[in-house]
């Protein structure tokens, strides 16, 4: 504000020459940053009443004055004499008007004149108010290019459209119609879709599930220019939450996809990492209240042949549907057994299996998998970044039905940029960490876990991850044997390792996703 403010006030100070006054310019939290006069007398007053440079003036610690009160109203108004709450102003008369930014609307500064009540002018509220114009076009002219740039293409954006959100790594503007469908953490998840989009070209539209799960058609316009910047125009679709109470953060994954149900015997294999949500979507594929499930680590630790049994007691009973869960545990003889059940379509039970990605699956429940009908595969949670705002809301309510909580915007941000390892009960137990910490309010970062409070490695661009997931995949692949994983990948060992450095890939990261 003073880089815009400085030029203005200085020929403002040429134009008054000769007159008894002082100006003095007031940053948003009324702390006066700097003062104009033309002669000594008012301003060594003002100096033995306490306005110096550095002094706060909020109505709240001074009460009505001239430079507290109208940042307080948002309006130019006149503080005469014993109007002052403070008894060391009442000789004076003061004019004082906010500084609003051109697009924000939020109060920057304030410009005040102090005269003796003798020499108080009618023309110094125009002179006032021309100055404020200059100063807040100036707030525009002389902020960050980038910043510039984006406030320009949102002012464009209000002209032919009402729901408008413009965005980038450091501003945030909204329409009035926009602010009233959206909530902070919705904004923070367009900000998140803005960064893992950049890549997609100048212009997309997407659908985006709000907090309030009401849907909105988003057409987003990046700026080529601006790192992250994009504009949002919302337009609002009437479609309802789902009626099985499904996760927003979930939806994307059941686009066009029939519930197993619907097609009798047909079998389908839900793929993803451990925490990445795949026994609930297995679920909800099943249409009907008499869902079995059965868990295949269930052998592991009793016997085989009871399981066996309780999976032909459940085709026998003719449920609604079973579910497998963590069909990769299973042994060669009841993998057997369970391809030639879902092969023989013998019985009317819908089959759903649950399991480790394909690729970290052993041949044998490969050629399970293969048997299947569909397969539905299941992000993990740090490929799903634009989803944790929403589904961090989701946890939270879950854990504390009775009670209403948010996360600080400061907090979303960081959350959004962690690696989650453990996916989705990882962030669970985060979030329970947190509100232990926090009985009401909103969630700030002093409420995570310590491992959580500092922001991690800045999210890869999307040929980095592609190239991370690639060289875990092989690492993975080979039980971590580097020779044979750069062997696979075409390079040389050397150039695997400098890889591994730079992104930040370790032996306990390859371990971690692979138990």
Not at 489 to 496: D, S
């Amino acid at each position: 504000m003073l880089t815009a403010a400085v030029p203005v006030l200085d020929g403002v100070a040429s134009d008054l020459t000769g007159l008894t006054y002082s100006l003095l310019l007031a940053d948003a939290d009324c702390r006066i940053v700097g003062r104009w006069c033309d002669r000594p007398t008012i301003d060594s007053t003002l100096q033995r009443a306490g306005a110096v440079t550095g002094s706060r003036w909020k109505e709240s610690d001074v009460g009505t004055n001239g430079l507290g009160t109208p940042a307080e109203v948002r309006s130019g108004m006149w503080v005469h004499g014993a109007e002052h709450f403070a008894a060391v102003l009442s000789g004076f008369t003061c004019y004082g008007l906010p500084i609003l930014h051109p697009l924000t609307r939020r109060v920057e500064g304030v410009l005040n004149i102090t005269v003796h009540p003798d020499d108080a002018h009618p023309l110094f509220p125009p002179t006032l108010a021309r100055a404020v114009d200059d100063i807040e076009q100036r707030l525009i002219d002389t902020s960050r290019p980038a910043d510039s740039r984006l406030f320009r293409a949102f002012r464009e954006a209000c002209r032919t459209g009402r729901a408008i959100v413009a965005l980038n790594d450091h501003v945030m503007l909204t329409s009035t119609a926009a602010l009233a469908m959206v909530e902070d953490l919705d904004l923070e998840a367009m900000r998140e879709i803005a960064r893992s989009t950049a890549h997609r070209g100048a212009s997309t539209v997407e659908s985006v599930v709000l907090l309030s799960g009401a849907m909105v058609t988003a057409r987003i316009d990046r700026l080529q220019d601006v790192a992250h910047g994009a504009v949002f125009r919302l337009r609002t679709r009437s479609v309802p939450r789902d009626a099985s109470g499904a996760e927003p953060a979930n939806r994307g994954h059941f686009v066009g996809a029939e519930p197993a149900a619907a097609t009798a015997t047909a079998s389908v294999y839900v793929e993803g990492e451990p925490g990445s949500g795949r026994s609930t979507v297995a679920r909800s594929l099943l249409d009907g209240t008499s869902v079995t499930v059965i868990d295949a680590l269930d052998c592991l630790v009793g016997d085989s042949t009871a399981w066996a049994e309780r999976l032909a007691a459940t085709l026998d009973r003719h449920a609604d549907g079973l579910v497998v869960d963590n069909v990769h545990v299973l042994p060669g003889d009841l993998v057997d057994l369970l391809a030639r059940t879902i092969s023989a379509g013998h019985h009317s039970v819908p089959i759903v299996l649950t399991g480790n990605p394909q690729t970290w699956l052993p041949a044998h429940v490969q050629s399970l998998v293969r048997r299947c009908r569909r397969i539905v595969a299941l992000k993990p949670l740090r490929e799903r970044r634009t989803e944790i705002p929403l589904l961090a809301q989701s946890v939270i309510d879950a854990l504390q039905p009775d009670r209403t909580h948010r996360l600080a915007p400061a907090t979303t941000r960081l959350l959004t940029a962690q690696p989650w390892p453990g996916n989705i009960p990882e962030l669970r137990e985060v979030l329970r960490h947190a509100l232990a910490n926090r009985p009401f309010g909103a969630i700030e970062i002093v409420d995570l876990p310590a491992a959580y409070r500092l922001r991690p490695v800045p999210s890869l661009a999307g040929r980095e991850e592609a190239e991370r997931h690639a060289i875990i995949e092989a690492l993975r692949r080979f039980d971590g044997n580097k020779t044979r994983a750069a062997q696979s990948l075409g390079v040389t060992r050397t150039t695997l390792y400098n890889r591994l450095r730079a992104l930040k890939i370790t032996d306990d990261t390859v371990h971690f996703l692979h138990s």
